[in-house]
């Protein structure tokens, strides 16, 4: 049973910094003081037969289980704020702000207080409208994403979430819970027996090494952050860092085994709206503890819904305090290395190239023209003081997870990835360093990338780095 609710008081949301800095973030200077509700929202984003998986390396051919965006808007004092997670692979650039617009219009508040993070499962799409656009106008063969379907999933999504607002209710309590995951996570990178470093453990291996050695540097532990009305469950929403593959590229589209799991916690929970969202787990696979074999994915769901309730078994509930949402800037550059260069990229545009390869040099292009633009990226908080939740771009290490909870290590801090996912991976200093083979293709920011992102994760969370 969900224990009790007991008081806990409120620690404030800013450490270290001064109120000029606080007014300088998005939002940060406004507490609210009237009632807080919440109302949860759900639409079908299932992409069409034929259409582009993962950037363009394949197509859907059948669905194996529905794509969901489901999501809920928070009211009070402060404009509303929306969380809206996906389905997806990843939204890039002016896909993901062509959803914060039309979700802001509908939910009666502004772009940037729209938070929309994608589950990142291989066997779902990736939207990138310019780049879309590239591969259009030169008749190329690959397609990142059909621009008419991505307008009729954003739109489909908007009717619910306006739908939505009548039953929208009262917020009295937050809920805070976490469990341990096991055997699931396991970092791509491992050692040998003779001590030299590999990357090659990804989502899914038969690799007898990669899979006796350790799981490496993860994140064991899944939060689930809850919403309630007295003693009503309203929204539950759980985090956790892993890639969630257990299979893929077969052209079947699926929710893969963080869906199965989350649909199996909203039918013992029917009370509650379920949410699941991945942590920043760029460098973190289930390949530790998954073949591929088709009936991993259920033994994967299984591990995680146990996770799941046994965290929700382990929730405390305390009187909702304050919220408030900051917004931090962060520019990065692009990469510059072979093959990422200006010049490079529209080498890759032509019809002599993979198909997939024409995708990855129309997404580099399409950041290359956001960052000339002047068009930074946004690191969002939405903060309760006790609690928060931070969301970071593309595949950021889950390095940097493990940051911002040490940032604020007396906070139940939740850290979601696969925000825009324009930059693709964001590894450490220490990757670059030790030549992270992972870093081939998806990747489009400079090494250099670290220290900004630390400092801007701070400031979202409203501390002094």
């Known amino acids: 049973m969900v224990k009790p609710v007991k008081h806990i008081s409120r620690r404030t949301a800013l450490r270290g910094g001064t109120a000029a800095a606080v007014l300088a973030l998005t939002g940060c200077g406004h507490r609210p003081t009237t009632t807080t509700r919440i109302y949860p929202f759900a639409a079908d984003?299932?992409?069409?037969?034929?259409?582009?998986?993962?950037?363009?390396?394949?197509?859907?051919?059948?669905?194996?289980?529905?794509?969901?965006?489901?999501?809920?808007?928070?009211?009070?004092?402060?404009?509303?704020?929306?969380?809206?997670?996906?389905?997806?692979?990843?939204?890039?650039?002016?896909?993901?702000?062509?959803?914060?617009?039309?979700?802001?219009?509908?939910?009666?508040?502004?772009?940037?207080?729209?938070?929309?993070?994608?589950?990142?499962?291989?066997?779902?799409?990736?939207?990138?409208?310019?780049?879309?656009?590239?591969?259009?106008?030169?008749?190329?063969?690959?397609?990142?994403?059909?621009?008419?379907?991505?307008?009729?999933?954003?739109?489909?999504?908007?009717?619910?979430?306006?739908?939505?607002?009548?039953?929208a209710q009262p917020v009295t309590h937050l809920g805070t819970g976490q469990a341990r995951v096991i055997q699931v996570a396991s970092n791509r990178r491992y050692e040998m027996p003779d001590g030299t470093v590999r990357w090659d453990r990804t989502s899914a291996t038969r690799n007898a090494f990669a899979i006796a050695a350790g799981e490496g540097l993860i994140d064991p532990w899944l939060k689930t952050l809850s919403f309630w009305n007295g003693n009503q469950p309203l929204v539950a929403v759980s985090f956790y860092a892993v890639h969630p593959m257990s299979y893929y590229g077969q052209g079947e589209v699926s929710a893969d085994f963080p869906g199965l799991a989350r649909r199996a916690r909203q039918n013992e929970t029917p009370e509650s709206f379920q949410l699941y969202v991945s942590g920043a787990s760029g460098n973190v696979t289930a390949g530790k503890y998954n073949t591929g074999a088709r009936e991993n994915r259920a033994v994967l769901a299984e591990r995680l819904r146990q996770a799941m309730a046994e965290a929700w078994e382990n929730t405390h509930r305390t009187p909702l305090p304050s919220w408030t949402f900051r917004s931090a800037s962060l520019t990065l550059e692009p990469r510059t290395s072979p093959g990422f260069t200006e010049a490079d990229l529209p080498a890759k545009l032509v019809s002599g190239e993979k198909p997939f390869h024409q995708c990855l040099a129309a997404m580099g292009l399409s950041w290359r023209r956001r960052v000339r633009q002047g068009i930074p990226l946004e690191i969002p908080c939405l903060d309760f003081g006790s609690a928060a939740v931070v969301l970071l771009p593309g595949e950021t290490y889950v390095d940097y997870q493990l940051v911002a909870q040490q940032l604020r290590p007396d906070d139940f801090i939740c850290v979601a990835g696969y925000g825009d996912g324009a930059t693709g991976y964001v590894p450490t200093e220490a990757h670059w360093q030790e030549n992270d083979a992972n870093l081939g293709d998806w990747c489009w920011v400079n090494p250099g990338s670290e220290s900004r992102l630390r400092t801007a994760l701070a400031q979202a969370l409203g501390v002094t780095a």
Not at 68 to 93: H, I, K, M, Q, Y
Not at 113 to 133: C, F, G, K, N, Y
Request: charged share 20%; net charge negative.
């Open 45 to 167: 984003i299932t992409v069409p037969l034929g259409h582009g998986m993962m950037g363009g390396s394949w197509v859907s051919k059948s669905v194996a289980d529905p794509l969901e965006a489901r999501g809920f808007v928070l009211t009070g004092a402060e404009p509303p704020v929306v969380w809206v997670s996906l389905d997806w692979c990843e939204l890039r650039n002016d896909a993901y702000a062509r959803w914060q617009t039309v979700l802001a219009d509908a939910a009666g508040t502004q772009p940037e207080r729209v938070m929309i993070s994608t589950l990142h499962q291989h066997d779902a799409p990736v939207a990138d409208l310019t780049a879309e656009r590239i591969l259009r106008e030169r008749s190329l063969a690959g397609s990142v994403c059909d621009l008419d379907f991505h307008e009729v999933a954003v739109q489909r999504t908007a009717a619910a979430l306006k739908s939505a607002r009548p039953s």
